[in-house]
């Protein structure tokens, strides 16, 4: 498929344009993803939803893409890849107008699984795409372009979702989207060449209901536990048993099937399964901080949320000085190298945060995004080229919807981990400062305390109730900034299993 592609695609112009066209079509689903946590709270307010309804807004986009993004490679191979693109785009395109004209929850949850279920693919298909229509010394000079539309989609989501919702209201956050998923169709028709089809190709329709079922049951099971208390909720009894049934059945099922959905043997091959292992964590990385930072400014610093959006920028420019400053660092480092300092860097960022307090300012978050963001440029695009570096071209298709499903996947779960570590950790924290307050507490009635936090008067306790809160949860961020440090310098070791590649440049 490679080589078809190579002779179809000659001109450095036509590669060049194809580039730009993949990397808009990737940017659409990845910016839709992250659009909603900005204009979570208006959605709230105009649908007339407490909040874990209107949550599943969230779930519903992290389950469906979940699912979606391990379909691309059969329907690329059926159908041929530039179709499936342009019907995935389609879709796509008429969820999120569909989406921004709902009037109930019900009709949100199902554009918006709509969305997931289509757009999750599309980053797969582009993916595949870009490392056909570029010969192996290339693709890390494409891939480090490419790259920005995947990871900058979530970076740049949530200021975009929140200034929308600033001008006008959360809707045009979504039905923005659907003129540029107009023009994204005809230039991929225009640019974008087809590949051979297998019209015999079937689906191991066994192997993909198990999955899908599994990954469902899993993430609800993962986003609703710290609401219901976990196990002690027969509901989430019920996800766990369903979702560890089918996982086991699709485990078995892959590896004794003479045709799988997925085929297991495709991590045989050990650059492609450290590079699935670490682009899971980089997911991880990626969308949990996204998540943690706007809560924490918003909820201890009641910051608007406008101004927390945009707070998350300089996490997008800190990307782009990574990716260009590895346009010179690809021609003298080793990619195991670079990978390791795009992680290294991430560490002193995660580092960096841990210094955070109740008085956390601008400048700090503007400073820890950027750290972040320089290293995630810096990691990504050595990481995509050595994972794809020792696999068929034939497997390409194959190998870009399972690293693209190890991404999405390790997200929905990192953000629901995340959660549950910052409530348990607060709810403890809580619970030990409480036993130092007490009337006959004298450090209570020194001067500078009183009248605000006077335990004698139901005002002051108010207060000091509230600052208490603060000062736990501030711990439980904490926490989960040294959980995400610990998981970075963990996946260093890995990189040593890496076969030696050859210069990147």
């Known amino acids: 498929m490679s080589d078809q592609l190579s002779e179809i695609v000659e001109s450095r112009a036509h590669r060049s344009l194809i580039l730009f066209v993949l990397a808009l079509a990737a940017a659409l689903p990845t910016i839709n993803l992250t659009v909603a946590n900005a204009v979570l709270p208006q959605m709230q307010g105009d649908l007339s939803t407490n909040l874990e309804e209107v949550s599943w807004v969230l779930t519903a986009a992290l389950v469906s893409t979940a699912i979606g993004v391990p379909t691309s490679s059969w329907f690329s191979m059926r159908f041929g890849r530039r179709r499936s693109l342009l019907v995935a785009l389609t879709i796509f395109t008429f969820s999120s107008a569909m989406f921004g004209v709902a009037t109930t929850l019900e009709e949100v949850i199902l554009w918006r699984a709509c969305q997931g279920l289509f757009g999750g693919p599309i ?10 229509a570029y010969p192996k010394r290339a693709h890390a000079m494409a891939l480090a372009f490419w790259s920005g539309s995947v990871m900058l989609g979530p970076i740049m989501g949530p200021p975009l979702g929140g200034y929308m919702a600033e001008i ?3 809707r045009l956050a979504f039905v923005f989207l659907a003129p540029f998923g107009v023009l994204t169709y005809f230039l991929v028709l225009a640019a974008v060449p087809e590949t051979r089809r ?10 993909f209901a198990a999955l899908c079922v599994g990954v469902a049951a899993l993430q609800v099971m993962l986003d609703r536990g710290n609401r ?3 196990f002690e909720s027969a509901e989430i009894v019920m996800w766990a048993v369903i979702g560890g049934f089918a996982m086991y059945w699709f485990l078995v099922h892959s590896l ?16 492609y399964a450290i590079g699935c292992t670490c682009i899971a964590i980089s997911g991880m990385l990626t969308f949990a901080p996204l998540m943690l930072l706007p809560n924490l400014l918003a909820q201890l610093r009641e910051l608007p949320v406008e101004i927390v959006s945009f707070m998350l920028i300089p996490r997008g420019v800190g990307y782009a000085i990574g990716t260009l400053g590895l346009a010179r660092l690809v021609r003298i480092m080793d990619g195991r190298a670079m990978l390791a300092l795009g992680f290294a860097i991430q560490a002193c960022g995660f580092w960096y945060l841990l210094t955070f307090d109740l008085t956390v300012g601008p400048s700090q978050v503007f400073l820890g995004g950027m750290i972040l963001g320089i290293g995630e440029g ?7 080229t050595i994972t794809f570096l020792t696999l068929a071209p034939s497997l390409r298709s194959y190998g870009a919807a399972i690293f693209q499903f190890a991404r999405f996947f390790a997200s929905g779960v990192s953000i629901s981990i995340a959660v549950v570590l910052l409530t348990r950790s607060t709810q403890v924290n809580r619970a030990t400062l409480n036993e130092h307050i007490s009337p006959f507490n004298e450090s209570l009635h020194l001067p500078e305390f009183l009248p605000a936090w006077d335990p004698t008067t139901l005002q002051g306790l108010a207060r000091l109730e509230g600052e208490l809160f603060r000062q736990a ?18 996946v260093l070791p890995l990189i040593l299993l890496l076969d030696r590649p050859p210069r990147l440049g």
């Open 228 to 230: 219901l208390d976990w």
């Open 256 to 271: 004794t099937s003479r045709l799988p959905f997925i085929d297991l043997r495709i991590f045989l091959d050990k650059n």
């Open 198 to 207: 297998f019209p015999d190709l079937r689906l191991d329709w066994l192997g």
């Open 473 to 490: 949860a501030m711990i439980g961020y904490l926490n989960d900034f040294w959980a995400l440090l610990v998981l970075t310098l963990a």
């Open 378 to 384: 810096v990691m990504w695009t050595p990481l995509a």
């Open 123 to 132: 980053p797969a298909l582009c993916m595949a795409g870009l490392l056909d």
């Open 168 to 170: 006008y209201n959360w």
